[in-house]
């Protein structure tokens, strides 16, 4: 076999210049990763768009990777290092349960806040130890939300939610009758619900994604408690609200208006940022 | 009697029956006698939007997800939470993608709801012929919404599944289905039909929550995260209904979920 020495030459620099231009590209955007990366492990915010880019650049730059340096063994390994998952995916998963954690502690100051009103701690003795058990069921929620967020090495959220607890605030004065505290109540749940809902896809930590549905379940079930309470209290069947209920004097409608959907929406979830500390 | 000798007893007390199939890795793994397993990545391929399509494919069952796995949050009262890795079985933190079991996850889930709506249908059947006695309005009107929101969930999964090519599932979760049936025989009033139907709905609610970090997709997750929901929230009404308290369970439990 005959080699051609000239155009074997050309190749040799023609690769040396691809190898060349690859590590430079690589050399220059190494701090940029290692900032990135840096960034999320220690920043408090954090967005699935912010992840989704930096992924689409790490995709770019091994698009480019793999042009300049061909198939070389530098261009198959730097590409391989950019095919892994982003590092610091916890970030994400902590901003979440700092979130999860701040609408616990703002339904267990709600339901505490209603307990000493009257007509809750002394009215129908169903409501009251509805809110009574539904106020330490969000207690340790939010204790097991805190915990993973430890797990996760985060800083735990000790503070009630920033943008709901000044609304429960303004509320409170506003609270006359029982069906005024069932519908903040109701109003809570729903956002904790379809919070936990928006965020269970988001998760990398198999086991905040567990507990996370673990609990969404819970507060939908509070949510639809609630719902029937209202009905009752607003159709004026107060005295249904009773366990056991008398089943025969129940409205139709208290069949179905507990879960009006086939299917749970996000149109009030809360962004995993909302309530992540700062 | 352990789970692995158990048989199924039509006469057995339906709820401990469908506990006891449920309950167990064993009968976990004999829900799944004959379930067709459809290959990795075939819904993603249906619910993403870069993964590619693969074709359908039947093989033995799969191995059991449906864990029930110690605490690891380290809070006083912690839950049984729903951290299934069926690549490992473990419930540690990872960023590694399980394997993926997506098709026959949905199509059990699919073969649930199936059974959930036939179910509802016999009821009401029952209720219009007299059979389960004077039936309150409240019960009819869950008895038409529960069947209707379980088969809107059917239809739901079965889009996905077919957008993936796999087939509809049309037939009741095969095992599941002669115990609810032996059981049904045995309703005669309100009340015994709706703790069948508790049972059902705690099985659907427990199977979509252990099904949410099985699932590799994000879509499918999302999809069983919605449809729990509402299962849970079928079941907080047939609690009070049947006089006990609604929200019982500080954090959803997984010992009724069957295993894909």
Do not use: W
């Not at chain 2, 110690?70 to 079985?89: N, R």
């Amino acid at each position: 076999m005959l080699i051609d020495d000239k155009r074997l030459a050309e190749l040799i620099e023609e690769s040396q210049d691809q190898q060349s231009e690859a590590m430079k590209i690589a050399t220059a955007s190494i701090p940029d990763l290692r900032d990135y990366a840096n960034d999320r492990r220690h920043s408090a915010l954090i967005t699935p768009e912010e992840i989704r880019s930096l992924q689409e650049s790490r995709s770019n730059l091994k698009s480019r990777l793999g042009l300049a340096a061909g198939a070389g063994v530098i261009g198959v390994a730097i590409s391989g290092i950019l095919s892994r998952p982003v590092a610091a995916d916890t970030a994400l998963d902590v901003q979440i349960l700092q979130t999860a954690s701040s609408l616990e502690i703002l339904a267990v100051a709600t339901y505490g806040a209603a307990l000493t009103l009257d007509f809750i701690k002394n009215g129908n003795k169903v409501v009251s130890a509805f809110a009574t058990m539904t106020m330490s069921q969000h207690d340790e929620h939010r204790q097991a939300f805190q915990a993973q967020t430890k797990a996760l090495n985060g800083t735990v959220q000790d503070q009630p939610n920033p943008k709901y607890a000044p609304i429960v605030e303004q509320a409170k004065p506003t609270l006359k009758t029982p069906a005024d505290v069932v519908t903040l109540a109701a109003t809570l749940e729903q956002v904790a619900t379809e919070t936990y809902l928006s965020d269970i896809n988001q998760f990398t930590d198999k086991t905040a994604q567990g507990l996370m549905a673990s609990v969404m379940g819970v507060e939908s079930q509070h949510l639809a408690v609630l719902r029937a309470v209202g009905a009752l209290l607003a159709g004026g069947a107060a005295d249904l609200i009773a366990i056991p209920t008398d089943v025969t004097k129940l409205p139709a409608a208290a069949g179905s208006i507990a879960f009006p959907d086939a299917f749970q929406g996000i149109t009030m979830a809360s962004p995993p940022a909302e309530g992540a500390v700062k | 009697m352990s789970n692995d000798n158990q048989e199924l007893d039509p006469n057995m007390d339906p709820g401990s029956t469908l506990t006891a199939m449920t309950s167990g890795p064993f009968s976990r793994r004999r829900l799944l006698a004959g379930a067709g397993i459809i290959s990795a990545g075939l819904i993603a391929a249906a619910c993403g939007s870069d993964s590619k399509k693969t074709t359908a494919t039947t093989g033995a069952p799969s191995t059991t997800v449906a864990t029930s796995t110690a605490p690891t949050t380290g809070a006083t009262t912690a839950p049984t939470t729903a951290a299934t890795t069926p690549a490992t079985g473990g419930s540690t933190p990872s960023s590694e993608a399980p394997a993926n079991n997506d098709g026959a996850i949905l199509m059990l889930a699919a073969g649930l709801e199936v059974l959930a709506v036939g179910t509802y249908k016999a009821a009401l059947d029952a209720a219009t012929a007299g059979k389960l006695g004077a039936v309150p309005p409240a019960v009819a009107t869950f008895v038409t919404t529960a069947m209707a929101q379980h088969q809107a969930a059917l239809d739901k999964l079965n889009s996905v599944l077919t957008a993936a090519g796999a087939t509809a599932v049309t037939e009741p979760n095969a095992k599941l289905k002669p115990v609810v049936d032996a059981a049904f025989g045995k309703v005669t009033d309100v009340g015994g039909a709706a703790k069948l139907a508790l049972m059902l709905e705690q099985i659907a609610a427990a199977t979509y929550q252990s099904a949410i970090p099985a699932i590799t997709d994000k879509t499918g997750q999302q999809l069983a995260g919605s449809i729990m929901i509402i299962d849970f929230q079928h079941a907080a009404v047939l609690n009070f209904v049947l006089g006990n308290y609604p929200v019982p369970d500080t954090f959803g439990k997984l010992d009724q979920a069957v295993a894909a």
